[in-house]
């Protein structure tokens, strides 16, 4: 049983940090592409950060240069660092994961088959 589990959002002000954790049981996340992915209501859900099973790195373009993506593969986790962020940062995040190394498939949300519950992320102005 596949099971992805997002945690570190809150409420923060313009301009300060968080780091977000996609912790996985049941797979070796090292064996697959994961993404980060936000939503607010009544939009689409929206590519934030991927990082392929090849090495591969992308970013969105609205958080190029302020949000960081990494693994730890010792703690089967993947984190999404966000700096500077901004009212427009408010959403919920979501971590999924993917058996596709295809680096051009990574920022569509059907090329992904494993999605954890979210973390709401509040940016206040």
């Known amino acids: 049983q596949v099971q992805l589990v997002e945690s570190g959002g809150g409420l923060v002000q313009a301009g300060g940090s968080l780091r977000l954790s996609c912790v996985a049981s049941?797979?070796?996340?090292?064996?697959?592409?994961v993404g980060w992915f936000r939503q607010v209501p009544g939009s689409e859900r929206e590519f934030v950060a991927a990082?392929?099973?090849?090495?591969?790195?992308a970013y969105g373009d609205p958080v190029k240069d302020r949000f960081w993506i990494f693994r730890d593969n010792g703690r089967n986790t993947v984190y999404l660092n966000m700096n500077n962020l901004k009212p427009e940062d408010t959403a919920v995040y979501f971590c999924?994961?993917?058996?596709?190394?295809?680096?051009?498939?990574?920022?569509?949300?059907?090329?992904?088959?494993?999605w954890g519950q979210g973390t709401q992320v509040t940016v206040s102005s």
């Open positions: 049941g797979v070796r996340l090292m064996t697959y592409s």
């Open positions: 990082s392929s099973l090849n090495g591969y790195i």
């Open positions: 999924a994961a993917s058996q596709t190394g295809q680096s051009n498939f990574l920022q569509r949300v059907d090329s992904y088959e494993q």
